[in-house]
């Protein structure tokens, strides 16, 4: 069996992000957040009281936050856009693809309680297709932290760049595994592989905090003889196009798990690449075209195919199948 990475302690990403926040406002001064209503949700209370003078608040008004942001990254700042990211990238949608990613504004776009993390908030609060609206944009990246400590790092890494785009850092709210190194570098466009076999059969691709469940599908996977690999995938955009090329050459398929509409999200980005160099098996694991509804996360993962067991049967029906019909 795969040894599952150590669980260090359970938190959401958004915790994450507001120690890298603070960290990071500490080593560059120019960082500015922008509120909106939610900064109790985001953790956002110690970076208020630690820079008081940097903590810009606006009330419920995404819009007019986007465009405040952009004007200030225009002058030299580096604000952080943090709110809900259903809010966060339908209702400002305009301002960002204008005021921000027109002007190449260096602006870190913070969309919390993504996915299905939200629970009994429903569908109005429930982003299933950010990864889709932000990716589609020009100049704008996407980073999707799989736990705290990548949150935490991701944020870090982003702000102290000196060349720092539109950026959009995707997190979610329920308290999930955090199991990566406090002490590693976060790069976008870098994922990382979790080796269960030298030549799998089938390569799970996750983002998020699925992927530690994914690990866990792989295990039972692996005892039932399937040789299987994970990757967290951490960004959406840019790709890793080494890590996705590299097991074209010795899957027999994908399987791409993500928080979002099947439709646009990580499996469709992945799907383009693949196509480029003749295509891949792919079956996509997300919510299927439709809004989500109100439970607890774990009840929402089970309801929509998306927890261990699921994640696991899915994969394992796709590596039978080609195996019986004797495809590489």
């Given at each position: 069996m795969f040894e599952l990475p150590k669980v260090l302690n359970w938190e959401s990403t958004r915790q994450g992000f507001a120690r890298g926040l603070v960290e990071a406002a500490r080593e560059d001064e120019r960082i500015v957040v922008i509120g909106l209503d939610v900064s109790g949700s985001l953790f956002l209370q110690e970076f208020k009281q630690a820079f008081p003078e940097r903590f810009?608040?606006?009330?419920?008004?995404?819009?007019?936050?986007a465009a405040v942001a952009a004007g200030l990254a225009m002058n030299g700042l580096?604000?952080?856009?943090?709110t809900y990211a259903t809010f966060a990238t339908t209702r400002a949608l305009d301002q960002i693809r204008v005021s921000i990613c027109y002007n190449d504004a260096p602006v870190l776009l913070v969309g919390a309680h993504a996915g299905l993390s939200v629970g009994p908030d429903g569908a109005t609060h429930q982003a299933?297709?950010?990864?889709?609206?932000?990716?589609?944009?020009?100049g704008m990246r996407v980073a999707i932290p799989c736990d705290s400590n990548e949150a935490q790092a991701a944020t870090r890494s982003i702000l102290l760049s000196e060349t720092i785009g539109p950026t959009y850092l995707r997190l979610g709210r329920a308290a999930t595994e955090n199991y990566t190194s406090p002490t590693a570098d976060y790069r976008l466009g870098q994922w990382q592989a979790y080796g269960i076999s030298s030549s799998p059969e089938v390569v799970i691709f996750a983002c998020g905090g699925l992927v530690y469940p994914s690990l866990r599908a792989a295990n039972q996977m692996r005892a039932a003889g399937i040789a299987v690999e994970v990757v967290n995938v951490s960004s959406a955009k840019p790709l890793d196009a080494e890590v996705v090329i590299r097991y074209m050459r010795i899957a027999r398929a994908y399987v791409v798990v993500e928080e979002h509409q099947s439709i646009g999200?990580?499996?469709s980005a992945i799907a383009e690449l693949t196509a480029q160099y003749g295509g891949k098996h792919i079956e996509f694991m997300g919510v299927a075209d439709s809004f989500g509804e109100s439970g607890t996360p774990e009840e929402l993962l089970e309801a929509y195919g998306l927890a261990s067991d699921h994640i696991a049967s899915r994969a394992a029906a796709v590596a039978n199948t080609l195996r019986m019909l004797g495809i590489d």
């Open positions: 810009i608040s606006l009330g419920i008004a995404e819009q007019n936050g580096k604000p952080v856009f943090a299933l297709e950010d990864i889709a609206t932000m990716r589609v944009l020009p999200g990580v499996g």
